[in-house]
């Protein structure tokens, strides 16, 4: 055997070997991120995917490495994050029958690039009812996967993160009759779903709940959006956020409410209230009320306006004025 022949032979050896390696290495190509998740709006859930009753999760993706980390997000989620929903028997509930139809449906998917640099986190929030059907009440174990480069397949052969568990709890779907009430019980019992009840109800509801510092029932009715727009300062910086930055803000300035750090006067706790005047169109409402707050030496009375908007026949509070009525 030539010469020749032997370094032919060990350069088609040597590439052999590197294109092993070179498989090998994408084959265990990692995404170093945390993915974790949380209920957005922790409160009651129900059985049934008809659109009334959504499970909101909130998924963060945080840079653990020291580089930084970019990923595609599709602007359908569907094709970037999936669920998984155990039972008590270790089985998964099935997906969804749009989910299912997506999976086997050739489409063209539309995403965008993301970076985040070491120690950022990147959040959304999605409905868990849009993936997994679920039917009955029980016990669960929730799980999510995250497909950095994309989830185009219906198992979880890709490139994927998983996240924490967290536990799941379905009550039994409640009677239509509790549903019709005004809900202003315990909030164990509560079933947070805003009702399609009239502008002075919303406003009797409200301020019930903040006599007696029932905070998830007091935003209930509050379109907090638009009250974080009563700022041009605060609204254009909301407006100039992405989607995490804006969730971000509306904590924030739920958190700063409740602290009494804005919209003071809205914050305060009535002693005693009384509708004066409810006027409305189709969309728009006026309530002004007559509230009392008591201090040590004295009692101070105020008017409070507010102001409400209709969609799908739910009113909203998202302004309010105040004036002052004097001290008794």
Known sequence: MTVKKIVLIASVILFGLWCFAAETAAETKTFDADISIRFYDRRVYYPGNDGTEPIFVKVSITNKGSQ???????????????????????????????????????????????????????????????????????????????????????????????????????????AAAALGAVPIASVSREVLQAQPISPDKVITYMLSARQKSQWDQFFLYLDVERMIGRDPIRSRRYKAEAEAGR?????????????????????????????????????????????????????????????????DDIWTVYDYSVDNLGTE
């Open 68 to 174: 930084p980390l970019r990923f595609k997000l599709a602007n359908d989620r569907m094709f970037s994050i999936d669920f998984s929903v155990l039972n008590t028997k270790n089985k998964s509930l099935t997906h969804t029958e749009p989910w299912i139809r997506k999976r086997n449906t050739n489409q063209q998917i539309y995403f965008r690039e993301i970076s985040i640099e070491t120690g950022e986190t990147y959040a959304f929030v999605e409905n868990l009812k849009d993936y997994i059907t679920i039917e009955s009440p029980g016990a669960y174990i929730l799980s999510a996967d995250f497909y950095p480069e994309l989830k185009r397949l219906s198992d979880t052969s890709e490139l994927h993160a998983s996240s924490n568990r967290l536990g799941l709890e379905i009550k039994p779907s409640p």
């Open 247 to 311: 969730m971000s803000m509306i904590d924030t300035y739920k958190h700063d409410l409740m602290q009494a750090r804005t919209d003071k006067d809205v914050a305060m706790i009535p002693v005693e209230f009384t509708i004066e005047r409810t006027t409305y169109s189709a969309t728009e409402a006026e309530v002004t009320v007559i509230e009392w707050f008591d201090y040590t030496t004295f009692r101070e009375k105020k008017r409070f306006t507010y102001n409400l908007a209709s969609r």
